[in-house]
């Protein structure tokens, strides 16, 4: 099935760049007005640390219209290293997704489940999809799944929006809760001078429990629009999808080989993340490899490979590029020497409580974030260069700042009308927003409530490395 999706978010939104353009006018003006500030920083064991009791006013920066413009390119400078690693990642999965690798495996464990109870098939399906994202972070997929798992939901006598929650929550769970998210993960644990990816072992059980609550919330729904269509979200206005008998679908030799490919490149960028202490140009280099394996092993030409990895490139094009912005707005609070005022002015709502409170503090900081920026490569490089010394003067650890942060922007993606990718997705389920937000407002409240959980939690635990 194709979708248009650049056009359904062209008619209805904004120009992705256009959000960020805004505040980076706002910041380069507000910047002028804003007192200039500076915290002293040191060393410890190898990180950069704020010392909360040296702040002091200094002689004040202005931002003129010579640094607005030339703040982009040494935002495109200070972002290449992050924008190679999203449009490597973007390559790569261009192939995998291109191929049909990840489809024909989704298909296949549907015909697999057929004669199963649906509750049984509802879960497989959910672990399944929540874990592909959980591991790549294209939860984007769901255009192309949701067309599958609709007419199946239809086939067992429940409604589109049980078909397209089993996609949508499942890769809510895996994106909030992602174990190797290039395009937030890896961008915010280089930022907090982390070691790339570390405490994945708590975010695979923060993923789990998330993926539990929401399988629970759609069950609970599916269950009464069994027993009365008419409890059914879209019972006014129908569906356009139809119930379907579930197709046989083989994975052909070529597939099974890049399956191979995929699999065995991927697991050693994880242990290469994990024990090896890989880095950007490290993981960006096994993404190439990645993308060439899979391409090899499914047996198309280099050529096609290219073009593949291009399309690839494409699709995370505007992920990518936006972190020109992202680091033009850093820069020129950088320059205007505001940076450091920012955190001060934060510190006195979020440090000086307990350091639970400042963890749940941040999350909501992050959630409310979200709404202006939709996007989490730039979050990541704006907020978390203001979040990091937060969490140090609170007492939090940086691993639980950007869990925090992770979280409040993994959720609410699948909240905000702000993001164009769940309006497309939401088109291509043939949802309207208003019923979308009827269904998910509740369960969002539950996962953040839990999110707040689990972010104290690591505080408790003092989750790290540090």
């Known amino acids: 099935m194709s979708v248009n999706i ?63 413009f030339i703040s982009f390119y040494y935002g495109f400078k200070n972002a290449s290293g992050l924008m190679a690693l999203i449009f490597f990642a973007g390559g790569a999965f261009g192939i995998v997704k291109r191929i049909g690798l990840l489809e024909t495996a989704i298909k296949a464990l549907a015909y697999k489940l057929r004669n199963t109870s649906f509750y049984i098939i509802a879960f497989v399906l959910m ?14 997929l769901s255009v192309v799944i949701i067309p599958m798992v609709v007419p199946l939901a239809l086939a067992f006598g429940y409604d589109a929006v049980t078909g397209a929650g089993i996609v949508m929550l499942a890769a809510c769970a895996g994106f909030g809760a992602a174990l190797t998210n290039p395009l937030f993960t890896a961008i915010a644990h280089k930022i907090a001078e982390l070691p790339i990816y570390s405490g994945m072992w708590y975010r695979g059980i923060s993923f789990i429990i998330i993926l539990l609550i929401c399988y629970a919330y759609l069950m609970r729904y599916a269950s009464k629009v069994k027993a009365d269509p008419s409890k059914s979200l879209l019972s006014d206005i129908g569906t356009k999808y139809s119930s379907i008998e579930v197709e046989v679908v083989k994975f052909t030799p070529a597939l099974i080989r890049a399956g191979i490919a995929f699999l065995a490149t991927f697991g050693f960028l994880l ?19 990645i993308g060439l394996a899979v391409g090899l092993a499914y047996g198309s030409r280099l050529n096609e490979i290219c073009e593949m990895f291009g399309e690839g490139m494409k699709d995370l094009f505007y992920a990518g590029m936006v972190m020109i912005f992202a680091r033009a707005i850093l820069y020129i609070m950088e320059d205007a020497l505001i940076v450091d005022t920012v955190i001060e002015f934060l510190s006195q709502f979020v440090v000086g409580h307990s350091s639970m409170m400042t963890g749940s503090l941040l999350l909501i900081m992050q959630s409310i974030i979200n709404f202006l920026i939709p996007s989490g490569s730039g979050q990541a490089a704006i907020t978390i260069p ?81």
């Open 127 to 140: 672990l399944a999809i929540g874990t592909q994202v959980a591991f790549t972070s294209m939860w984007e």
């Open 386 to 466: 203001i979040i990091v010394p937060l969490a140090d003067m609170g007492g939090v650890t940086r691993q639980v700042a950007c869990l925090a942060s992770q979280f409040g922007d993994g959720f609410s993606n699948f909240m905000y009308p702000t993001n164009g990718a769940l309006i497309a997705i939401l088109m291509v389920a043939g949802i309207p927003y208003s019923k979308w937000f009827k269904f998910f407002a509740p369960l969002f409240a539950i996962i953040m409530i839990t999110s707040m959980i689990l972010v104290s939690v690591g505080v408790m635990i003092k989750l790290g490395p540090f």
């Open 6 to 68: 650049s056009e359904n978010k062209t008619r209805k939104f904004a120009h992705p760049f256009f959000a960020l353009a805004i505040i980076l006018v706002i910041v380069a003006i507000v910047a002028n007005f804003v007192p200039s500030g500076t915290y002293e920083r040191y060393t410890f064991e190898g990180r950069t640390v704020v010392d909360p009791n040296t702040f002091q006013y200094v002689e004040k920066e202005n931002v003129g219209i010579s640094t607005f």
């Open 271 to 289: 242990y290469g993340t994990v024990n090896m202490g890989f880095d950007f140009p490290e993981i960006s280099a096994s993404f190439v490899a």
